[in-house]
């Protein structure tokens, strides 16, 4: 079924949802030093990550965008505490 016109704006759907998160993460990233981002510990997004793909796997477009939020959720608090920790602007 990947290859049905359902499916395959399911996939539009979960990658605009997910370029729209990357566009937040990536703009928070950019507000850090060199130094800052090569200290930066985003590993709490696997698992976030890990639930994105098997939603995906598994059609499942309400876990995607819950485990998408969670994905965003994480990366955000994790700069956020390199920014207080670390000193970035």
Known sequence: MPDTPAAQGDAEWAHDLSKDALARLAKRYAEFSSADKEVLELSTQVEWAE????????????????????????GLEAMEFGRVEGGAA
């Open 51 to 74: 639930r994105m793909h098997a939603a995906g796997l598994a059609n499942d477009p309400t876990a995607f965008r819950a485990a998408l939020e969670g994905w965003v959720r994480v």
